[in-house]
């Protein structure tokens, strides 16, 4: 087994770390100093035709890892529960699951060790042993469990009360035969956005029971709206975030227009009062995509005293997020419909070498 501890994550060879060690915190198990990475999993549900920033982060960390420790990857795109929680027409859900995909894989995942399926898809073409472990899990999960973790009601319609085993259902090996035959022993590390905890701390409560690992969870911190915590990112609102298709001019707009301030409501108030940082959501964007920590350091005590301005913190966060956009631009437009096919086929993977099952 490869054992992997957050001191060894820090030390294993790459300098985005210190960027994204910043957003993220660690839960369940991997504080505990150890942790199996022979399975990641990641997970996205289609909504819009670009990803925002936001959505960004996880998957820029799992790209991270896969590369750090060369395992196997796969990334589930739940189509089908935007289908039951927004109403999308199932079509369009599918469709826009695949313009996800490729902002996805143009974060550099590796071919040859990810798989990405969408929940329609792969349960529609077989699904190996997918579908099996969905059933298990429901039978594991009682109502009233399920009611407690996600809230809901009896008005709310019987996919959404089913649909957390489905999001489950990746963090076993068995769901995917052709990358990890029917070993049970092979445990599962989640990168994701911390409103997904609630799955998977289900998804650990019943797999003992199951006789699977418990998987691990590294999980991102909030990420703001540009209108600040009280704000919500949505594909709806344009202004509430900075997405994958936007252009320089447009980030530009809309970090001066909406990107929420705690500096002071003038100049001279600014630099006696200094800016509260707490609140301040370029401060908080510099924390997530500043890599130069020196840097940041040097912002946090000009901004937060009050000698630099409101308006210069946002030239160097429109900079750094325009560079960042654009990147991801170029890296978007290589990746036509055919590398999408490649890495949602489902295939043996020979580049997946695992230890043998036992101690």
Not at 35 to 51: C, F, K, M, R, Y
Not at 68 to 90: C, H, M, N, S, Y
Not at 141 to 148: A, D, F, I, L, Y
Not at 154 to 161: A, H, V
Request: aromatic share 10%; net charge neutral; proline share 5%.
């Amino acid at each position: 087994m490869h054992i992997v501890s957050c001191k060894a994550l820090k030390a294993n060879c790459m300098p985005s770390f210190e960027k994204l060690s910043r957003s993220t915190q660690v839960e369940h198990e991997l504080d505990q100093g150890k942790v199996d990475t022979n399975h990641i999993a990641g997970i996205q549900g289609p909504s819009s035709e670009a990803l925002h920033l936001g959505h960004l982060i996880p998957f820029m960390f799992t790209q991270y890892l896969q590369e750090a420790f060369q395992v196997p990857l796969v990334i589930q795109l739940t189509d089908d529960e935007k289908a039951l929680w927004r109403g999308l027409d199932i079509k369009e859900s599918q469709r826009l699951a695949r313009e996800n995909c490729k902002d996805i894989i143009a974060c550099g995942f590796d071919v040859n060790r990810t798989f990405i399926f969408s929940d329609f898809g792969y349960m529609g073409n077989g699904g190996g042993g997918f579908y099996e472990n969905i059933v298990s899990i429901q039978r594991a999960v009682s109502m009233n469990q399920v009611r407690g973790i996600f809230g809901f009601t009896m008005e709310s319609n019987i996919g959404k009360i089913a649909f957390p085993a489905v999001q489950a259902a990746p963090s076993f090996p068995t769901s995917f035969p052709h990358m990890f035959g029917q070993r049970r022993d092979i445990r599962c590390l989640i990168p994701c956005a911390i409103d997904q905890d609630p799955y998977f701390r289900m998804t650990r409560d019943v797999a003992p029971r199951l006789n699977y690992q418990k998987p691990a969870l590294i999980e991102s911190r909030f990420f703001p709206a540009l209108q600040g915590e009280s704000g919500k990112m949505s594909a709806s609102d344009t202004t509430s975030a900075i997405f994958t298709n936007d252009t320089p001019k447009q980030i530009k707009d809309k970090v001066n227009r909406y990107a929420f301030s705690g500096g002071g409501a003038t100049i001279a108030e600014h630099r006696e009062k200094g800016c509260n940082l707490a609140v301040d959501v370029t401060w908080k964007y510099l924390n997530f995509f500043m890599s130069d920590d020196k840097k940041l350091k040097q912002i946090e005590s000009e901004y937060g005293s009050g000698r630099m301005l409101v308006g210069e913190a946002k030239a160097v966060l429109i900079k750094i997020l325009q560079d960042v956009v654009a990147q991801h631009q170029e890296a978007r437009a290589l990746v036509t419909d055919s590398v999408v096919d490649a890495f949602m086929a489902v295939r043996p993977m020979q580049a997946v070498c695992l230890p043998p099952s036992g101690p």
